[in-house]
């Protein structure tokens, strides 16, 4: 584990997935993430690349080659090398190999970058194209944040407050974690979504279309709550395992197939084509109060 500090806030990252597994806030000694057992979900925030979300029977094509990818992709399950290291920030750093080569067909360099600015964490994703072609990708975050954040709370305490009015239609997922062709409404010109365990009993809510960039964890019963700030991401998912105490905040650039999509990868909702020797930035941001 390596750990990033200042006189506000700690973050641990395991360099397995470049995956955060601890936010304190300094002073109360509060933490923040998923403590991540087993018996609901034993992640805390893996990154989902190159690929967000699952693929029509796990499989996608390229240049009329099939290809197999798990759910999310494979680098939350690979050991990031640690590129650069200061107090308080690190940059971790993944390169294609053989191993990738066989599944996913195109030459990356994949940074995750954390850095603490006072009570902030902002988390970085840079992708970089060494190669003469395109790159397809997706990139997202699955960060697993615990409700209730403090003692003599629960969990039906807790809201989710947007920063922008919206009509907030989730996509429904299949059984397969596949997207649904229509929306359904769950929420009319409100700022707000209410916590609950049924809330994600049929699955994540996806979302798309929406205009804030910005949203707090929080409850009217404790001064302490967090504020994610999610700007530049078209696809945002809301999740929690049945009946766990946490809430997932996902940024993703990428969305998972659709149930009609005919497996294309350069067909892809959400893809990214990236030229070559090109490079793309996008940074989701926690601040702790």
């Keep these: 584990m390596l750990t990033i500090q200042n006189e506000y806030i700690k973050a641990v990252i395991n360099p397995k997935g470049a995956e955060l597994v601890s936010l304190i806030l300094l ?12 018996e609901f979900w034993s992640k805390h925030s ?21 290809y197999q990818l798990s759910r999310h992709g494979f680098a939350r399950e690979k050991t990031f090398a640690i590129e650069a290291q200061e107090s308080g920030s690190v940059t971790f ?6 191993s990738t080569l066989a599944v996913y067909p195109f030459e990356f360099a994949f940074r995750i970058r954390y850095t603490l600015q006072d009570n902030q964490l902002h988390v970085s994703y840079l992708v970089n194209n060494p190669s003469n072609a395109p790159l397809w990708f997706s990139v997202g975050g699955h960060p697993a944040f615990k409700v209730p954040l403090v003692e003599g709370t629960q ?8 920063n922008k009015q919206e009509d907030w239609a989730r996509w429904p997922l299949t059984p397969e974690g596949l997207v649904e062709t229509k929306p359904v409404l769950i929420a009319e010109q409100t700022t707000d979504i209410a916590l609950s365990k049924e809330l994600f009993h049929e699955d994540a809510l996806v979302f798309k279309n929406y205009r804030s960039d910005s949203v707090v964890l929080h409850t009217p019963k404790s001064p302490h709550s967090l504020r994610f700030d ?6 945002l998912g809301v999740w929690a395992a049945k009946n766990a105490d946490f809430v997932c905040i996902e940024p993703w650039c990428g969305i998972a197939d659709s149930v009609d999509h005919n497996q294309d990868i350069t067909q892809k909702e959400g893809i990214i084509q990236l030229a070559e020797k090109g ?3 996008r940074t989701w941001k926690v601040i702790l109060g």
């Design 155 to 162: 969990y039906e305490d807790y809201l989710l407050s947007f």
């Design 279 to 281: 490079s793309f930035e």
């Design 93 to 98: 750093l993944l390169t294609h190999d053989e």
């Design 230 to 235: 999610f700007s530049g991401f078209p696809y």
């Design 27 to 38: 002073g109360p000694e509060l933490e923040f993430m998923w403590e991540g057992n087993p």
């Design 46 to 66: 893996p990154v989902l690349f190159p690929i967000v979300g699952g693929l029509k029977d796990n499989t996608y094509y390229c240049n009329d080659k099939a």
